[in-house]
């Protein structure tokens, strides 16, 4: 009876081990960040569909037209090839186009850090517990919310009509409440501030209605890596007599600076390609007048001059950034 007990269980065993064999070389194959890749590729999966079958055929066919004349006949059209002339206008012939890309990229820098500055001091106040932290959170996310649909048609055509000027003013003024930007100005001339820090302040509180606009989605991004911290680095820096100032700028910025990195790539692109850009607007109307080769070719041009500009910002960013893998 004890020997019948005894080889029942070593079948057992032999089962259990032969199963548990048979799970190791299945799972042999893919470890665990081969299946977390493969998680990835499955959610971008979308994306690279209509990369293939919609963006790459687009921009092959806006390629061919900036590298031709069209030619209008009945009911149709035909392409003339004229090589790299419309490039060559675009650069070197018609003034606007050229100085509208200097501009755009001086008002982008300043852009770009206020909005970054911006959306991670509000996700720092409202990563905090503060009562009703949900109705603010709203709050601050519902411009980017307002800033689509039948809402942005109006604003577009307001400032294509009136200019961005009116929409700023007018955002200055009610964020200045009793104080003007002149206000404000004379405040830090009066306190012996730099010329340069003073006019950034005032440029900063004249692009208030942008600033708030574009910065709902770095907002989100900033609050979703504040609150993937875990609290015990908090509380260990705290028994070392750590200050939240010092918990700050040693524990949050560093954790959560890849995405600065993200947020400052996709502010440099929203700046670039936002409406009252001088570029994106005369793109705009030369479209809109039915000159789609030359609206091509600027388009080409300012993709690469967006694409240069991005490869030589993310690595001078990339090397102050703190990786918890490395």
Known sequence: M????????????????????????KNRGLDLTTRRNLMGYWFVLPFIIGLFFIYIP???????????????EEGTYRLESVGWALYHESLFVDPDFFRGIVESIGSMFLNVVIIIIYALIMATILNRNLAAKGFYRAILFLPVIVATGIVANAENFTIT????SDIES?????AGGVFSEFDIELLLMSLNFNDTLTGIVVSAIGNLYSIVTCSGVQLIIFLAGLQSISPAIYESATVEGATWWESFWKITIPMISPLILVNAVYTIVDSFTQYGNQVMDGIYKLISAGDYAIASAQS??????????IAIVVPIINKFVFYENK
């Open 2 to 25: 004890a020997d019948t007990t005894t080889k029942t269980a070593l079948s057992d065993k032999e089962a259990l081990n032969h199963s548990q064999t048979k799970k190791i070389r």
């Open 58 to 72: 687009a921009l092959v066919e806006a390629f061919r037209f900036s590298m031709s004349t069209i030619v209008m």
């Open 161 to 164: 009509t009136s200019g961005v």
């Open 170 to 174: 007018g955002s200055a003024a009610i």
């Open 300 to 309: 080409f041009v300012y993709l690469a001059v967006v694409g240069v500009f």
